[in-house]
């Protein structure tokens, strides 16, 4: 039924969930994974007021928030048993980058949590849920 399932996640708790529940199907299924996440690009306002230290600390933390996420993804499919690749998506509006990462990689499914965090840590939001849910030419599991 689904061979291939891509997981869209920001590392919060709400998408962890999302992500266990994509994970336990994977399994049930003897699907492959595609874990996923996507890293807004900066506000054009915030690039004129940020020098480059902050442009610089900030692309250091977020490449290491995108690190342990998908290194966090990578051991909970490891210890599912389920076969899994990360992807980080940069500078993209996250259901943008879903939606094309669905078509480009042929998944039969998107798993994706309600929401997720807003502020430093921002990658996918309620809205985004709603965009992909709208924009996908597959099935989209939304975890609550």
Avoid at 27 to 46: E, R, Y
């Amino acid at each position: 039924m689904y061979k291939h399932i891509l997981i869209a996640t920001d590392g919060s708790e709400l998408a962890t969930k999302g992500l266990d529940q994509g994970l336990k199907l994977a399994k049930q299924l003897g699907s492959k994974v595609t874990v996923i996440t996507v890293t807004d690009m900066w506000a054009s306002g915030a690039l004129a007021v940020a020098g480059p230290t902050s442009i610089a600390e900030y692309d250091a933390a977020m490449h290491a928030a995108v690190k342990d996420i998908l290194e966090e993804a990578a051991r909970f499919a490891s210890e599912t048993g389920v076969q899994c690749e990360t992807r980080h998506i940069a500078n993209r509006y996250p259901a943008d980058a879903i939606v094309e990462v669905s078509q480009e990689m042929d998944v039969d499914l998107i798993v994706m949590a309600s929401h997720g965090r807003r502020g430093f840590r921002k990658m996918l939001l309620g809205s985004q849920t709603t965009e992909v849910l709208t924009s996908s030419t597959v099935p989209v599991l939304v975890v609550r």
